[in-house]
């Protein structure tokens, strides 16, 4: 039992104080062990600079080589030290312990796995560093180490004996004990170095955990806001507006588009669902003045119909008077229109067949709403003009028609390829079908199946990623407690390697998230928009709280490991 004994090193007391004991091993005491064991994943140059950085010293290269022929050893810095021998093994650990100039260096059997001739050169390595004023402590079983020993104590029946005794007696000063405080760029560096050499693992770990968070989060996000989107829009009156172009797959408007032959046109108008078809186009316009301002601003020309019911597509309205100029809420900010506000525009325009007209003083109704622009144009900043406004093309290369009722609306693609099957046909409420399936059914079905699957998977992986983790990083967190990590330092190596793989999973979910959500709007032409402050928050609660759980079960078994343990090599 040790109850009662006081322990001394030099003039300091210890007791069970945690941070004056790591301070010591920290500062004032290097540790070779029997295993000689390494920071594995670090060079040579980088496992002694590791040493030197608990004391806080700042070690190059220079000093590095210096240390390396103090103890014999001709070798490349950036060489990995798994490529080393026992022999040199074990003086790059003598060089490490070194590093940090501690006042006292302990050695666990340095010589037991070495051949005579190593186990010489370590033995006069030692005696030499004695005769410089280090104090060395060795635990031996070699009758040769124990020979070649100024002082020798024997341990029998669990009582200290002295052997023997040389007439060398060192000078001892008093120590001063100072707290080292390791800085938050201890922590970065030290995690930065781990991932360097495990790359491919962590690579790995962030892409699958990526695809996982960004499945689960962005799933329920998509579908809130596609009901949202149908909910706000009102999309009854969108449902009846389909377009044509004569292609056999979709294309957005261009003025390059084929042209649609007049028989086609005429055949698609006599469909019975169809109440109306309009060629479709948009002219260029790069100046316009608002209110007698001048801006120069790139912009299109759309027509529009009355069958659109525009007005129920305006975010606010700007006049009394419907069915006039409208204009897209892009546009609207960049012409700096406010709600409450009177508006004239005046502008010219040009249109693909070159037919050029001017409108002035139109009076401006309203502003649309950005999701309920045509889906079918790539343009954002936009003036809306009714078709009796505006000049009659000389050729048509996309029709924009209307249905009577919106039941017919998932028929007319079959009517319209009836009459040419290379003809494509986009509409709003065959954008939002899947199939025989209306979207909302669909999203409303899988989306919770998606979140709980992704969930479960994301659980089931971080399980069997931290697992690996605690097993392969035992000995490493047990080798910086050794060398002087206090336990409110290990909690805080911990936690900052977790912020940082928090940060890293929540960025690349994020990106991946928006890559989804421009797929899902290009795939079924919906205008919804990605709240990125929402998203960032929901990527990073949700990422940090399934880490966080696993994270303290890590800390619990990196803080029960007794250091004897792996002093005694049973790591």
């Not at 594995?40 to 806080?56: A, C, D, P, R, T």
């Not at 309205?317 to 229109?337: F, G, P, R, W």
């Not at 999973?505 to 990106?511: H, K, L, N, R, T």
């Not at 929402?534 to 990527?539: E, K, L, P, Q």
Request: charged share 20%; glycine share 4%.
């Amino acid at each position: 039992s040790t109850k009662g004994i006081e322990y001394h090193f030099f003039d300091t007391v210890l007791n069970n104080n945690d941070q004056i004991k790591s301070t010591i091993r920290k500062a004032h005491i290097g540790y070779v062990l029997q295993e000689n064991h390494l920071f594995n994943h670090l060079s040579i140059f980088e496992n002694l600079k590791l040493y030197s950085s608990l004391v806080k010293r700042k070690l190059n290269r220079k000093e590095a080589e210096a240390l390396l022929k103090m103890v014999n050893l001709n070798k490349p810095l950036d060489r990995k030290d798994t490529s080393l021998s026992g022999g040199e093994r074990q003086r790059l650990a003598i060089a490490c312990a070194l590093s940090k100039k501690p006042k006292l260096l302990i050695l666990d059997e340095p010589t037991s796995a070495l051949d005579s001739k190593n186990a010489q050169m370590v033995i006069d390595i030692l005696k030499a560093l004695a005769k410089q004023g280090l104090m060395v402590l060795i635990a031996s079983h070699d009758d040769n180490v124990i020979e070649q020993c100024d002082v020798v104590y024997k341990i029998e029946n669990r009582h200290l004996i002295k052997e023997s005794l040389s007439n060398n007696k060192a000078e001892t000063k008093p120590l001063k004990i100072k707290k080292i405080h390791l800085g938050l760029s201890f922590y970065i560096n030290y995690y930065y170095q781990y991932v360097r050499r495990h790359l491919k693992f962590q690579t790995s770990v962030l892409l699958i955990l990526g695809i996982v968070f960004s499945s689960m989060i962005a799933f329920p996000m998509i579908y809130k806001d596609i009901t949202s989107y149908l909910d706000a829009t009102n999309y009854t009156h969108l449902n009846k507006e389909f377009y044509i172009t004569d292609t056999n797959r979709y294309k957005n408007y261009s003025p390059n588009l084929p042209q649609i032959d007049d028989w086609k046109i005429e055949r698609i108008a006599k469909i019975a669902e169809c109440q109306s078809v309009y060629p479709f186009f948009e002219s260029q316009g790069s100046k316009l003045s608002l209110n007698e301002e001048v801006y120069d601003v790139d912009f299109v020309v759309q027509p529009y119909a009355y069958e659109k019911e525009i007005v129920k597509s305006v975010d606010f309205q700007l006049s009394s008077k419907q069915n006039e100029i409208y204009v897209s809420d892009t546009l609207a900010s960049k012409l700096n229109i406010e709600a409450n506000g009177d508006y004239k525009l005046s502008f010219g325009h040009t249109m693909s067949d070159q037919q050029t007209q001017s409108l002035e003083n139109m009076i401006i109704s309203g502003v649309i709403d950005q999701r309920k622009i045509n889906s079918y144009s790539h343009s954002t900043a936009i003036v809306y003009v009714p078709y009796s406004y505006l000049p009659t093309p000389q050729t048509t290369n996309a029709l924009v028609g209307y249905v009577k009722e919106e039941m017919f609306a998932t028929s007319i693609a079959g009517f319209v390829h009836y009459i040419d099957a290379e003809l494509f046909v986009k509409g709003k409420l065959i954008d939002f079908t899947l199939g025989n399936y209306e979207i909302e059914t669909v999203m409303e079905a899988f989306a919770p199946v998606i979140t709980i699957g992704f969930t479960l998977i994301g659980m089931l992986m971080i399980g069997l990623i931290y697992a690996k983790y605690i097993k392969n990083r035992q000995l490493e967190i047990n080798l910086l407690k050794i060398n002087g990590l206090n336990k409110l330092e290990i909690i805080n190596l911990i936690v900052v390697e977790l912020l940082i793989q928090t940060v890293l999973i929540s960025a690349f979910s994020m990106f991946l998230i928006t890559v989804l959500y421009r797929f899902i709007k290009s795939l079924l032409g919906v205008q919804i928009y990605l709240d990125y402050l929402n998203a960032v928050v929901m990527c990073f609660g949700s990422v940090l709280g399934f880490m966080l759980i696993p994270s303290v079960v890590a800390l619990i078994c990196f803080q029960r490991k007794d250091m004897a343990a792996t002093l005694r090599g049973d790591v």
